[in-house]
């Protein structure tokens, strides 16, 4: 089999996995990974400094919760509309998962069902052939969803944050002013 590009690859084996996880494990495998995409966009946008990583990671990071760095790319501009929209669907559907102790608590819920139908992925063909199959309207967002992430740390390198010496500014136009 021939060997895909790293990112691809590692998609790959995701994809493997997370189509043979129950409802649940489905559900945190996906918010998992797109909290990893995110962390992953914020590192290369920030200025790469031990402050962004205390901010990123550790116990009690300010940004280090899958809602935090949504919350925080799509303030920056890192992410659109529709994939913040579709972050935070997936997060509440992961939220739902969590907190929820039946044994055989599904996609089929009503709350679930409902916020996988509010996902605004494209699908294939029409969208309300899929309305009984929040599972596959699941599956199909996070997919779509993480395609469009996958190479936008590329993206953000390129405009990523630098630091500025302010005291030469300040120093600079008291000359200037005098």
Same mark, same amino acid.
């Given at each position: 089999?021939?060997?895909?590009?790293?990112?691809?690859?590692? +998609? /790959?084996?995701?994809?493997?996995?997370?189509?043979?996880? #129950? $409802?649940?494990?489905? %559900?945190? !495998?996906?918010?998992? =990974?797109?909290?990893?995409?995110?962390?992953?966009?914020?590192?290369?946008?920030?200025?790469?400094?031990?402050?962004?990583?205390?901010?990123?990671?550790?116990?009690?990071?300010?940004?280090?919760?899958?809602?935090?760095?949504?919350?925080?790319?799509?303030?920056?501009?890192?992410?659109?509309?529709?994939?913040?929209?579709?972050?935070?669907?997936?997060?509440?559907?992961?939220?739902? +998962? /969590?907190?929820?102790?039946?044994?055989?608590?599904?996609? #089929? $819920?009503?709350?679930? %069902?409902? !916020?996988?139908?509010? =996902?605004?992925?494209?699908?294939?063909?029409?969208?309300?052939?899929?309305?009984?199959?929040?599972?596959?309207?699941?599956?199909?967002?996070?997919?779509?969803?993480?395609?469009?992430?996958?190479?936008?740390?590329?993206?953000?390198?390129?405009?990523?944050?630098?630091?500025?010496?302010?005291?030469?500014?300040?120093?600079?136009?008291?000359?200037?002013?005098?």
């Amino acid at each position: 089999m021939k060997k895909l590009e790293p990112k691809l690859d590692l +998609f /790959a084996k995701f994809l493997q996995v997370f189509q043979k996880e #129950t $409802d649940r494990g489905a %559900s945190i !495998l996906a918010a998992s =990974l797109l909290d990893q995409k995110l962390k992953d966009i914020l590192q290369d946008f920030l200025i790469d400094c031990k402050s962004t990583k205390n901010l990123l990671e550790g116990f009690n990071a300010p940004i280090g919760t899958f809602s935090s760095r949504q919350n925080l790319a799509y303030s920056l501009g890192l992410i659109s509309d529709y994939e913040f929209h579709d972050c935070e669907i997936i997060r509440k559907i992961r939220n739902e +998962f /969590a907190h929820k102790f039946e044994l055989e608590f599904s996609f #089929t $819920d009503s709350k679930v %069902s409902s !916020l996988c139908n509010n =996902l605004k992925a494209p699908t294939p063909g029409d969208k309300s052939e899929f309305k009984n199959k929040p599972r596959f309207l699941f599956v199909n967002g996070v997919t779509m969803l993480y395609t469009n992430l996958l190479y936008r740390e590329e993206y953000v390198k390129k405009i990523k944050l630098v630091r500025h010496d302010w005291q030469d500014i300040t120093w600079n136009k008291r000359k200037i002013e005098k």
